[in-house]
């Protein structure tokens, strides 16, 4: 199957739902919830999904889109694996941190992906053959040292803090003190891209479904970055750039479990 097309149109539909989305921020949209407070959702998550799933269809129609908001439907060796809104918390309260990603993987392997800040109008693309931001080549690559390296986490969520208790706070305390700076911006697709462009170094995320990080994850590979985990099946991520220290990093202790 042509990569290419495939890039083409995820991208389409990645950049359909730019406008919508950018007029809608900042007017604090009605928010809703699914697991608990911890997770919003909002009309405009739904309906990007909806343009995207047209988009798709009208390209690629029967095949499998596997979608934060609408489930799964169709079916097919093709699958897509689609975010509205990786970030609704950002996007809802009017914080610039949120992104649409969309990846399409043949035959279980992931060969197509788009990460798309709609609010800088960066737009992260990656096929087997590389990865771009804007059309431009990037390479994931920066510190070698904890010391020296911007530490990009979703971790503890509440459900780590319920699940590992007090440990959940001291292993954040650990990377705290290990890494120069430690962030927690809240969008798992858009952390991998920025580690793949080299803009971080490393990303640390649990629980995570396939639509946040399977367009981020091949971003990392492509440009030559490391993704531990598996994209395509929840569960926790670990990635960082190319040429970083793993092994006398504080990300070591949890690793062992992604490889």
Known sequence: MDTTTLLETAAEAARAVGPPLREAFRSRPEVAVKRDFHDPVTEHDKAAEETIRGVIEGRFPGSAIVGEEGGTTGSGELVWYVD??????????????????????????????????????????????GAWCNGVPIRSAGAARDREAMLLCSYPSPLDLEVDGEEGLRRYGRLVDAFAAVRRPGSAALNLAHVAAGWADAVYGTRAQPWD???GALLVHRAGGVYLGDPLAPGDYLAHVGGFDLASSALAEVAVEKR
């Open 84 to 129: 509205p809104i990786d970030g609704t918390a950002n996007f809802a309260a009017g914080l610039p941190f949120f992104c649409v990603s969309i990846a399409a993987a043949v035959g279980g392997e992931l060969v197509a992906g788009v990460v798309y800040d709609p609010v800088r109008e960066d737009e992260f693309t990656a096929t087997t053959d």
């Open 213 to 215: 990080v399977a367009a």
